[in-house]
């Protein structure tokens, strides 16, 4: 077990009169290699239990175990596991800030204090994986595109070799092409290097297609810890919440409401189509 | 002439160095023609990049042509007497909610638009609540704006630009930052304001099931208009769409799939309703 969140919970302000808890006992394990989706509505926690992870922000109670060391021990290695679990925050190209995508993206392992050549070897597998062309290096990031400039914020993440990678809406303000080309470029890394990844994502579409466990949060707490399918069948309470199903969710609910027999299972483009055509071939 | 109107738009900006010596010329908007008559409800789609926001900011003078010319409610938007027409006629709201609230208290930040004018105090208090009411935000109204959800905060926005009545508001991605629930919140305020107001709305999205309502979808690519037309005429063209880096909304490229595979369906279905019920005459047919 890669990281385990153990009975956490974290209240903002707490020696205020205004105290917020923004966690409320929240167990959570997650394998190695695994690809989850952490879906909420705004201000539900998920961004405070994320920066729970690598430690940014201290639990108020309970634990957090990586590769099943307690992180809150005197004696662990706290930079080591930022390293290792790597956060892209929101709009990442904001932190852009290096005179060419070389050097933003050798700025972390730089700081981990590794040999120049170790660096750039690293910075140059991470533009690699991310698909930034060669052309591209020794340009200044600001030149570039929305979807250029993420891919090179991610980049600087990725060369400090994370085990985790935790993505708060990575596709945010991308037009859809580039939020597909995203999302897959993800779900490559988490399949050929074998890293794990949480994507915090608003899209239930998105969710649908690329994660193999969602995580709902709720007021602070995790309402839904299961396999997409099973996790929309609950549509009218994540409606309740501020959340939805697929829209796909809701076509086969309507086909079924008319009297076409089809299950409403299907929660992707693919599996509509598939079901669909399946019942219109039994008819024939 | 409608209440907007470009007239062979191009607007160039020039590239430079560190050492602030010319690169070359970029032309972000090329030759756009358009005339949008009030009342209208128009979408603008385009891939980033695509010169969708550098044209929008032309609409209310943030950025000035470098080639043809801007009529904003028949004033030509480069003359600087214009300027204060212009901007009152054509409001805009921008995608991050954060970066345009500035009052500490929600009716004090719609209030500061119409205060600028010069509107007399009585009149802004009736602005800001008429505003406020249309917004569906009246009963935040002395709440802080820090304590909202993001859709809440862009219905506060979008309130603030109402306050200084104007006759057309343009919305530059408005939704992209907010939940589901806030986009439907934020998306059900604007189609109100256009069809109860009669507010001309140009709404900038990469959202493809908030153009279906539209009166017309524009496509920008590489500057230009590369497609016009009615949401059903453009989202038909799914292939065309997906090259110019767009998509379609799920129903309608489940429909389009279905019918690639053979089941006869008609192009450009919008509605889950339509999809339904295309759907049921094919499956009755068998």
């Not at chain 2, 943030?62 to 600087?80: H, R, S, W």
């Not at chain 2, 429909?255 to 005459?281: N, Q």
Request: charged share 25%; aromatic share 8%.
């Amino acid at each position: 077990m890669l990281l385990v969140v153990d009975h956490v919970s974290c209240i903002y302000g707490a020696d205020t009169n205004m105290p917020v808890a923004a966690l409320k006992d929240i167990n959570l394990v997650i394998k190695e290699g695994e690809f989850i989706g952490l879906i909420g509505h705004t201000g539900s926690g998920k961004s405070t239990l994320v920066q729970h992870m690598n430690g940014l922000i201290k639990a108020t109670d309970g634990a957090i175990y990586f590769h099943g060391q307690d992180i809150y021990d005197g004696d662990f290695d706290k930079k080591n596991l930022r390293s290792k679990v790597g956060l892209v925050f929101q709009y990442p190209e904001h932190q852009l800030f290096e005179v060419d995508v070389f050097s933003d993206v050798c700025f972390g392992p730089k700081n981990l204090g590794l040999p120049k050549k170790e660096v750039e070897l690293r910075a140059y597998k991470a533009l690699k994986q991310v698909g930034i062309l060669d052309e591209y290096f020794y340009q200044s990031p600001f030149d570039l595109s929305g979807g250029q400039k993420r891919r090179v914020a991610i980049a600087g993440v990725l060369a400090m070799e994370p085990e985790v990678l935790i993505l708060d809406e990575p596709t945010a303000g991308l037009d859809p092409k580039g939020r597909d080309e995203i999302l897959s470029m993800i779900k490559n890394l988490q399949k050929e290097m074998g890293i794990t990844v949480i994507l915090v994502s608003h899209s239930m579409e998105d969710v649908a297609e690329y994660v193999d466990r969602i995580v709902v949060m709720n007021k602070g707490e995790i309402l839904f810890n299961a396999e997409p399918k099973e996790v929309f069948k609950h549509y009218k309470q994540l409606e309740e919440i501020g959340l939805a199903a697929p829209a796909v969710t809701y076509i086969m609910e309507k086909c079924k409401e008319a009297g076409i027999p089809v299950s409403t299972e299907p929660t992707t483009i693919y599996e509509a189509k598939q079901e669909i055509l399946k019942v219109l071939v039994q008819r024939k | 002439m409608g209440i907007i109107q470009t007239k062979n738009l191009v607007f160039e900006y020039i590239r430079r160095d560190e050492e602030g010596n010319v690169e070359g010329f970029t032309r972000a908007v090329d030759n756009v023609n358009l005339d949008i008559k009030q009342g209208d409800f128009i979408a603008v789609l385009g891939h980033n990049g695509s010169g969708k926001s550098t044209f929008a900011k032309h609409l209310n003078a943030i950025l000035y042509p470098t080639e043809g010319a801007v009529f904003v409610d028949g004033k030509n938007t480069t003359k600087k007497d214009n300027l204060w027409d212009v901007r009152r006629t054509a409001g805009m709201v921008f995608q991050n909610p954060d970066n345009q609230i500035i009052g500490q208290v929600v009716e004090e930040d719609v209030g500061f638009g119409p205060e600028n004018m010069g509107v007399p105090t009585k009149e802004i208090w009736e602005r800001v609540e008429e505003s406020l009411k249309a917004v569906g935000m009246y009963e935040y109204r002395k709440h802080s704006p820090n304590k909202l959800s993001g859709g809440q905060k862009q219905r506060v926005s979008i309130a603030g630009v109402l306050a200084m009545h104007p006759k057309c508001i343009i919305l530059d991605e408005p939704t992209a930052m907010l939940d589901p629930k806030g986009r439907k919140e934020v998306i059900r305020a604007v189609r109100a304001l256009n069809q109860v107001e009669n507010i001309t709305v140009i709404l900038i999205t990469h959202y493809m099931e908030e153009v279906i309502y539209a009166d017309k979808v524009v496509v920008m690519d590489k500057g230009r208009v590369a497609m016009e037309g009615t949401p059903k005429e453009i989202f038909s063209k799914v292939d065309k769409l997906k090259e110019l880096r767009l998509d379609v909304p799920q129903v309608t490229l489940l429909a389009h799939e279905l019918k690639k595979s053979g089941v006869k369906l008609p192009d450009g279905i919008l509605t889950t309703e339509e999809f339904v019920k295309e759907l049921s005459k094919v499956f009755g047919n068998r």
